[in-house]
């Protein structure tokens, strides 16, 4: 295993032989999984075609979408330091232009169509577009994954082809914005833990 700093240990502030480090480690494997995974999308050995910059610009997207504070600024930061000239600022304006509630959409006509729900249709200020070039479809993307993945379609994933996203490119996104989503369960989930256990040295 990796001897880098565990992200989600960060993003918690957990530290060696805590509670919740001992917690994590219960389940040692998946915490290490979670950590390849980071690794894996972030720190890739062969990136390919979707830029670190390109991975650092959604994550922060999603994050922010997400409204986790701390998540956001750690991929804020490391944006930061891939950033291209004007990336982070528009970035940060798509979030706020982007922010809303969900789950929303139409479902295929059928009987869940009762459960519809109007929502938000994101697309990228014009103003940003410039700045944005391919990213622009790709925050469309992980918009519609994150607040309406029931209107996902053929036409959503040739947008991404015709602003210059390959197949393979197309399926790193989508890993991408699952990671981000996952991580931020995980980080939520144990944050709750470590109040509760403050809660209770607290009332004792």
């Not at 929303?104 to 994101?122: A, F, H, I, T």
């Not at 993945?149 to 959503?156: E, G, Q």
Request: aromatic residues 6%; negative net charge; hydrophobic residues 40%.
């Amino acid at each position: 295993m990796t001897t880098k700093i565990d992200v989600i240990d960060k993003l918690v502030g957990i530290v060696p032989g805590s509670s919740l480090d001992r917690v994590r480690s219960n389940r040692q494997a998946a915490r290490d999984n979670a950590q390849l995974s980071y690794e894996a999308l972030f720190e890739p050995a062969a990136p390919g075609t979707v830029l670190i910059e390109e991975r650092y610009a959604i994550a922060y997207f999603v994050a922010g979408l997400h409204r986790d504070e701390s998540v956001a600024a750690f991929y804020r930061e490391a944006l930061g330091h891939h950033d291209r000239p004007g990336l982070l600022g528009a970035i940060s304006s798509e979030i706020r232009r982007g922010e809303t509630s969900g789950p929303y959409g139409n479902y295929p006509e059928g009987p869940l169509s009762d459960e519809d729900k109007p929502g938000l249709v994101y697309a990228p200020d014009s103003a940003n577009r410039a700045v944005l070039g391919r990213l622009g479809a790709a925050l469309v993307h992980a918009h519609l994954l994150v607040f309406r993945p029931r209107d996902a379609s053929s036409a959503a994933l040739e947008a991404l082809l015709n602003a210059g996203w390959s197949t393979d490119d197309i399926v790193t996104l989508s890993q991408l914005v699952a990671f981000l989503s996952f991580q931020i369960r995980v980080v939520t989930g144990l944050r709750a833990l470590a109040q509760s256990e403050q809660q209770s040295v607290a009332a004792e």
